[in-house]
């Protein structure tokens, strides 16, 4: 009887860590770069049943393993890639492959899949409520609205033609002259051995104690977003199924308190 109890509570608290982990995946299903949560949960204290005599208890018989408890074991984070979104942002970017962003937070440098970009006060690139983005010579400044990025990162802007060699006292340039570009800076693109070791954070971030190492050929989609992982369909299913758990265990755990009621104040007076 008292193993119902353990089996039931313990069951009902892990499927509302559940909820938590999948509610926190269907809230984030529009964030850029976000990575989904898995929660697996396991058995703790497990024992062994045996089966002996009424009178004699020697040589008692294995029947089976049992466990009283059921509980949460860890939250895995899937990096699989999600789809694209074609947004023509000028400050959107997006990752192919494996590779993260790398951005200046007060705790330190932090990871990320999320390009979604702006430009702070000052003028340098930024991912909301969380830093400056980092380029392979430190953070960048975005001095002009009129730039470029290339596939491997480089940001720069091209000066435009104002003129030709007749009028030079304006400051311009023949248009068929060479000019070479701008270069602002280039985005800096990291990647780790063990994603295993990376702790998820808020805003879509990532921490490691690994050493990061340097992708010197990423890819990189600019004007477009890396969407989240998030399958709203199987969420909803896992969601559903939880919920049910949840309140089936409920409902018998209710049941097991009304007979144990009974057993003490009707049974026990007997």
């Known amino acids: 009887m008292y193993q119902g109890f353990y089996n039931l509570t313990s069951g009902m608290l892990t499927q509302s860590r559940n909820l938590n982990v999948i509610s926190n995946n269907m809230v984030n299903i529009q964030t850029p770069g976000y990575k989904r949560d898995k929660m697996v949960s396991t058995t703790f204290q497990e024992e062994m049943l045996y089966r002996t005599g009424r009178r004699y208890k020697d040589n008692p018989e294995p029947i089976a393993t049992t466990s009283k408890i059921r509980t949460a074991d860890r939250t895995y984070v899937s990096y699989e890639q999600g789809s694209y979104d074609m947004t023509e942002g000028t400050l959107d970017f997006a990752l192919t492959g494996n590779g993260f962003f790398c951005i200046d937070t007060p705790q330190g440098v932090r990871y990320t899949r999320n390009g979604s970009f702006s430009v702070d006060d000052e003028g340098y690139l930024v991912l909301n409520g969380a830093g400056r983005v980092l380029g392979k010579e430190g953070p960048i400044a975005i001095t002009s609205e009129d730039f470029g990025v290339s596939n491997q990162g480089v940001i720069s802007v091209r000066p435009k033609a ?5 009028d030079d006292d304006e400051g311009g340039y023949d248009e068929d002259e060479t000019v070479e570009p701008e270069i602002l800076g280039t985005l800096r693109i990291v990647d780790f051995e063990d994603y295993e070791q990376l702790h998820k ?4 971030l990532f921490s490691t104690a690994q050493a990061p190492q340097e992708q010197e050929m990423p890819s990189i989609l600019w ?10 369909v199987e969420e909803m299913t896992a969601m559903m199924t939880s919920q049910r758990a949840l309140q ?6 209710k049941m097991y308190d009304q007979v144990m009621s009974k057993a003490v104040t009707d049974v026990g007076r007997l």
């Open 162 to 166: 104002v003129g030709t060699d007749e």
């Open 201 to 204: 954070e808020d805003y879509g």
């Open 223 to 232: 004007q477009s977003l890396e969407k989240s992982n998030v399958d709203m």
């Open 248 to 253: 089936s265990a409920a409902q018998v755990l």
